[in-house]
């Protein structure tokens, strides 16, 4: 199963979608914080959070589950406006989510009463675009993502990972400045993670959207990000923000690639030792 | 003829072979009792005279006015009271504690109001149909899950946008488990104000004649007439909320 024919094909299908060629928002976060009130007392769940993002820059964020990462997004789309601190995009601050910032939740959220064709076009519902265009639009987007052939489908009949997908292709067909995304290949298989992980970067890239990418999985922040934030909970902050060279970033198996995933994982604590003593343990019931 | 058909008309076609051997023993006054060729003379006649038709003419026409006026009052308030906190804490209550009281209990009132006849009818069926329809839009909308809320936020939409993509289709089946009650209620009620209110043309009208007459043929053969026309609307609505359904069928 290939998507593209053709890497001619895939170049004509970004054409049609880069019709207007913008550039990204700025995002800059400044002294962060955010706390919930649980049973009457005041938990932190994030503290001191500080970084500023170029536009068309990727940004990766890794971190223990619980650490404040979904939280950090809704901050940052402006779902949640109760918090310390500042965040600006694109040099102003944020005060509700608008059409030029979208959204890839963690969960798929698709509207189960809509196909995934016209879940993807509800994206679209203010845009200034035709019907004509729109309908180009949301077609490019499903079949950049694999799924021309379920456009009439509902989510109760897509599996997790097109579920995912048709999410990703909301998110992508409003033509954001700035794209957040939340574990959004998670439910996906190894094969199709991999290739929408280039997809991604292809897209982002050509369309020099700003993007922050929330993940577990350490290779994908590095493959994907010029940066990755290494977040730590109780409360979440950033524990270490890792510079990620273009030089190696597109090799998997290069050393300075597998150096800064190591690096990562230590910063999470599951670095060598950890992978090392589980190692030892196996070893150990194998031969007993 | 399937399996599930003959299992459920087992138990009538039994009981009318008790009813037929009971009226013909003597074991019960026919009078009281009429047995079923009785039941379907009176039937024919109805027929033949025309008055079968208006009748059932005459008490829909009653229903469907009740109905529609009830149920798009109770549709729509529970829909705008569902889209808000502030309003759900102002009226909930209030519509709880009115669920609690007896439809019947309403026709003193309301025939105090707007009289025994036709409008007063009509008051009386409208309420019927606005106490399943209010509750249930309410409900629907108000257990919209708060990711969808969230979502409508992040996609920017404005206006109606949150109304039409988001509540409606979202409380589509518990506004419908209202209108379907409601559609019963209403006919119950039509029956009820018929019975109770001023007589009418109509099924009631029909009924009250076969009490007054002691035609208890009459009477019978109309409420085998109500049970048909209540087992329609069940089934009428049922198909069509399926149809309207069709994502959570898939
Ligand atoms: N509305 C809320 N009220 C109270 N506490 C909350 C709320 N939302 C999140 N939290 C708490 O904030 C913390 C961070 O949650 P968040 O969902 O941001 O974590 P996360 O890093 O995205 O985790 P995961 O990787 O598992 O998705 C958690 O401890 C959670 O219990
Ligand atoms: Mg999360």
Redesign the interface.
């Known amino acids: 199963m290939s998507y593209f024919r053709s890497v001619s094909q895939m170049d004509d299908v970004m054409a049609e979608l880069s019709i207007a060629r913008k550039k990204g928002h700025e995002l800059s976060l400044a002294r962060v914080g955010k706390e919930f009130g649980v049973a009457d007392r005041a938990v932190t769940v994030l503290s001191d959070i500080g970084f500023d993002v170029r536009p068309g820059e990727f940004l990766s964020i890794v971190g223990a589950s619980g650490c404040g990462k979904s939280t950090l997004l809704r901050l940052i789309?402006?779902?949640d406006t109760v918090y310390d601190g500042e965040i600006r995009v694109g040099g102003e601050r944020v005060l509700?989510?608008?059409?030029d910032r979208?959204?890839v939740?963690q969960?798929h959220?698709l509207?189960?009463?809509?196909t995934a064709e016209a879940n993807v076009a509800?994206?679209l519902?203010?845009s200034p675009l035709s019907k004509a265009e729109r309908r180009e639009k949301v077609a490019g987007l499903l079949h950049l993502v694999g799924l021309d052939h379920a456009a009439q489908?509902?989510?109760?009949?897509l599996s997790g990972g097109m579920a995912q997908r048709v999410a990703i292709a909301r998110a992508l067909v409003s033509d954001p400045r700035l794209l957040l995304l939340d574990e959004p290949l998670g439910a996906l298989d190894a094969l199709t993670r991999l290739r929408l992980q280039d997809e991604l970067k292809r897209i982002v890239a050509d369309e020099g959207i700003t993007t922050v990418l929330v993940t577990h999985d350490v290779e994908e922040a590095v493959y994907l990000g010029n940066r990755v934030i290494v977040m730590q909970p109780n409360p979440g902050r950033i524990a270490e923000i890792v510079p990620i060279s273009e030089s190696y970033a597109r090799d998997r198996s290069d050393p300075f690639f597998i150096a800064r995933r190591d690096e990562i994982l230590t910063q999470l604590g599951v670095g060598h030792s950890t992978v090392k003593g589980l190692s030892e343990v196996e070893a150990r019931i194998d031969a007993a | 003829m399937s399996r599930s058909f003959v299992q459920a008309a087992l138990a009538p076609v039994i009981l009318l072979i008790l009813w037929e051997a009971a009226s013909h023993s003597g074991l019960v006054d026919p009078r009281f009792l009429p047995p079923l060729e009785q039941v379907w003379i009176a039937g024919r006649a109805e027929w033949a005279s025309g008055d079968l038709a208006a009748a059932i003419r005459a008490s829909l026409a009653r229903d469907i006015l009740g109905f529609i006026v009830g149920s798009t009052i109770g549709t729509v308030l529970g829909v705008v009271i569902g889209l808000s906190k502030t309003t759900q804490r102002l009226l909930g209550p209030m519509l709880v504690v009115h669920r609690q009281i007896a439809l019947f209990a309403w026709i003193p009132l309301l025939s105090a109001w707007f009289g025994g006849g036709e409008v007063g009818k009509i008051a009386f069926i409208a309420m019927a149909a606005f106490q399943p329809t209010v509750v249930n839009s309410w409900r629907g909308v108000a257990n919209i899950p708060q990711?969808?809320r969230?979502?409508s936020?992040?996609?920017?939409?404005?206006g109606l946008?949150f109304l039409t993509?988001?509540a409606l289709?979202?409380s589509?089946a518990e506004i419908f488990a209202g209108l379907r009650a409601a559609l019963i209620y209403a006919w119950m009620a039509t029956i009820g104000a018929e019975l109770l209110l001023d007589v009418a043309p109509g099924l009631g009208g029909r009924m009250d004649e076969g009490q007054h007459l002691f035609e208890m043929n009459l009477l019978v053969f109309y409420l085998i007439v109500l049970a048909i026309v209540g087992g329609l609307f069940t089934l009428a609505t049922g198909r069509l909320e399926t149809r309207l359904?069709?994502?959570?069928a898939?």
């Open positions: 789309l402006g779902l509700r989510p608008g059409a979208a959204i939740f969960e959220r509207l189960p009463w809509l509800v994206a519902r203010r489908a509902y989510p109760a009949q | 990711q969808y969230e979502l936020m992040a996609l920017a939409f404005r946008d993509l988001i289709p979202g589509l359904a069709r994502w959570r898939a």
